[in-house]
């Protein structure tokens, strides 16, 4: 059966999953480089799609360990290079007990999608949800199904991973199109983020991803996730209120009054105990006070001394 979902138009509760991601390809046509450490907006593929699944319970990356940006379970498949399903069926033995339900899906990902986002994880999530199927697939802007950035019930996949090792002996060698053929699938198409599933096989495509993340309409969001990753930060930034609030401070006092004002809102706001709350109540008042340093400036004269 095939079903065809898009987004859905009302925010929900997350469903439970747990995560699995491939990481252990041979990189031929990036001449053997180490694709999940190349960095894109200067951080690895591999700890970019981590943070697309930072939702999970647990989570398995599929390769050889390495140092990450959040913690992970490693695996890897018997024997190394044995294609991407005997890499998924390390990846699901290496996962906590299955649980009934939705904590029941697993969210299997590459490690080569640089623009991939916690939204079309959640997209594919509430997708299986909502339809009987055994797998949410999402669909590229050609149409072209993307197993690998895809979600599917843990109970078929270990039925149909044990039939396919009863049926073959080993599933090394084996394309996915073996598991995906035999499931029930829901296609999910995001028309609001073509480039979901975008991954890196090539330099050409690295070159492509680094320059898209600069473009106008997406480089201070990709700034401040990274950003924040790197300094350890779990919180959301509105940066409308601290871009206005750097503008306030730079026409009304100084312009390098506008970082080392963001700054100081930041550091308040950590004294404060932190939070969205913490930030914003910080900036109001760092703001009013560069709308009272402008509004002197502004008012020209001032008033005469009292000659008493």
């Not at 049926?167 to 829901?186: A, F, Y």
């Amino acid at each position: 059966m095939t079903a065809t979902a898009g987004p859905s138009p009302h925010p929900r509760a997350l469903p439970g999953y747990d995560a699995v991601v491939l990481a252990g390809g041979a990189a031929r046509r990036l001449g053997g480089a180490d694709k999940p450490g190349v960095r894109v907006g200067g951080r690895p593929l591999l700890d970019r799609v981590l943070m697309a699944c930072a939702g999970a319970r647990a989570t398995v990356v599929v390769a050889e360990p390495r140092p990450t940006g959040r913690p992970v379970d490693w695996a890897r498949e018997d024997p190394p290079g044995g294609g991407p399903l005997a890499a998924l069926d390390a990846g699901v033995r290496a996962l906590p007990e299955a649980e009934r339900g939705a904590a029941g899906s697993v969210a299997v990902l590459s490690a080569d999608l640089p623009f991939l986002a916690p939204r079309t994880v959640e997209l594919l999530l509430h997708a299986l949800t909502d339809q009987d199927a055994e797998a949410a697939l999402l669909t590229d802007a050609e149409g072209r199904d993307q197993p690998l950035v895809a979600v599917y019930r843990r109970a078929a996949l270990d039925r149909l991973l044990g039939t396919l090792t009863a049926e073959h002996g080993s599933l090394g060698g084996l394309p996915l199109r073996q598991i995906t053929r035999r499931l029930r699938l829901v296609r999910v198409s995001d028309p609001d983020d073509p480039v979901a599933s975008f991954d890196c096989d090539t330099w050409d495509d690295i070159a492509a991803a680094r320059s898209r993340i600069r473009e106008h309409g997406r480089v201070l969001d990709e700034w401040i996730s990274a950003a924040k990753d790197e300094l350890g930060l779990d919180l959301d930034v509105d940066t409308g209120v601290l871009l206005d609030l750097a503008r306030d401070a730079a026409h009304g006092v100084a312009r390098p009054a506008a970082p080392l004002t963001t700054f100081l809102v930041g550091y308040a706001a950590a004294q404060a105990g932190g939070g969205p709350e913490a930030v914003a109540a910080a900036a109001a008042k760092a703001a009013a006070l560069a709308n009272r340093w402008a509004s002197e400036a502004e008012s020209g004269d001032a008033p005469a001394p009292d000659a008493g």
